[in-house]
């Protein structure tokens, strides 16, 4: 047995899988052999979900199937919504509020334990928009929308966040981003679901461990804190280029930049990107536009780049749900809400060949140490 240690398991490889790939070196990523930019470009993120879960692109009747299967599955019992209140309303955080939602869930399931990973996982795949909407809604002091039957999954989550229908160019925006965070190999929130449904415990306990795990600045929280710099940047007297330089003076990491496995400039990043310049044109607010190429260009000359430390899907994201109206701190939720689905893909592969996942800590504490009862110490 190697005793070997791999910091942060560092590439480690600790399963199969046929879900998607990440190929670091050059920046392309792949959803079970099918390129993110033509996925982005060309499917729904209903489309995703069910290729992730079923093996292959749907049909149109097998698509329109699982579309009226989470259209179904969208309402969310009023305890678990009076509760998403409860918390909106004592100043929760969302992503924390949505966790607890989602453990909550489980409670409400009355087949929770007999209908396998993937009946369960769209049931919760299809509540988490409802959940966090309301959330919202609740925090601005209004009523929670119910779902629309008629709308996409997209459609739905901007329609009962907003309770106006989305125009066409923020319903396909919002779809992308969907797209685009649903699956990326067994990163910290993937691998921490796995490790749970590897103990062969229920899904709703895999989601609520994968959204904690998110909810990290060093993971999807990263969203968020880069849209928080943006608007540090904005209120200090210094242009983007100049807080960059003090940050880095300082230690600072500059959120949104770095990856475990990219190399170079996150695909994801670059459509997000793309977008986003596209938001910019129609809008004519090319501030966040400005601010996030002029700090990617001056890290790029720092040679901060060259070493692999390159925009992340973090990077762009945010200022993507900006020019949406969508509020900061739903930034991650909203990767959760996205992320499920491969969450629930990875747990669902992993357990067909099941094995509890179970590392060893090298142990470097005292090889032996004398007891003292309580009252002698
Ligand atoms: N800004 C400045 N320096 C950085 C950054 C950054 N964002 N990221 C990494 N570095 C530097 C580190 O300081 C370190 O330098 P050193 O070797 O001189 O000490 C080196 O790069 C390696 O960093 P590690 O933390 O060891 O790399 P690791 O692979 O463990 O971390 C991580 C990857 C956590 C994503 C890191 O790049 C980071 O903290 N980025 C900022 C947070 C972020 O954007 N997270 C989102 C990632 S994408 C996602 O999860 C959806």
Redesign the pocket.
């Known amino acids: 047995m190697s005793n070997e240690l791999k910091r942060?398991l560092?590439g480690v490889l600790v399963a199969e899988s046929e879900l998607s790939h990440v190929d670091g070196e050059v920046g392309k990523l792949v959803y079970r052999g099918y390129d993110i930019e033509e996925l982005a470009r060309g499917a729904s993120y209903e489309e995703v979900l069910y290729l992730l879960w079923h093996g292959s692109l749907p049909t149109r009747a097998e698509l329109d199937d699982l579309r009226e299967h989470l259209a179904v599955e969208r309402s969310v019992d009023d305890e678990v919504l009076s509760t998403v209140r409860t918390l909106a309303d004592a100043g929760d955080q969302p992503m924390a509020a949505l966790r607890t939602a989602v453990s909550m869930l489980s409670a409400y399931d009355g087949d929770a334990e007999s209908e396998g990973v993937l009946a369960e996982g769209a049931r919760i795949t299809a509540k988490m928009p409802t959940i966090l909407a309301a959330f919202e809604r609740a925090r601005q002091g209004e009523a929670t929308v119910d779902p629309d039957p008629d709308l996409s999954h997209a459609g739905n989550f901007l329609y009962m966040l907003t309770g106006t229908e989305p125009d066409a160019v923020s319903e396909e925006t919002f779809d992308m981003a969907l797209t685009l965070h649903a699956d990326h190999g067994l990163?910290?929130s993937t691998f921490t679901a796995l490790v749970i449904g590897s103990t062969l415990a229920d899904v709703y306990s895999c989601v609520t461990g994968g959204i904690g795990a998110l909810s990290g600045?060093?993971?999807?929280g990263?969203n968020q804190d880069v849209m928080e710099m943006l608007h540090e940047i904005d209120d200090s007297d210094k242009e983007p280029v100049e807080w960059v330089k003090d940050a880095r003076e300082n230690d600072r990491?500059?959120?949104?930049?770095?990856?475990?496995v990219y190399k170079v400039k996150d695909p994801r990043a670059r459509i997000l990107e793309g977008k986003l310049r596209d938001l910019a044109d129609s809008s004519g607010d090319r501030k966040w536009l400005e601010y996030t190429t002029a700090i990617e260009s001056h890290l790029a000359d720092e040679g901060?780049v060259e070493k692999g430390?390159a925009p992340?899907?973090?990077f762009y994201s945010g200022s993507v749900y900006d020019a949406m109206g969508i509020p900061m701190d739903l930034y991650t939720p909203i990767f959760a809400m996205s992320r499920v689905g491969g969450w629930i893909a990875h747990v669902r592969e992993y357990q067909e060949d099941n094995r509890l996942i179970r590392p060893r800590a090298r142990y470097t504490g005292p090889e032996t140490a004398d007891f003292v009862s309580i009252d002698e110490r």
């Open positions: 942060g560092e990163n910290a600045s060093l993971h999807g990263a990491r500059i959120p949104g930049f770095g990856h475990r901060l430390i992340n899907v973090d």
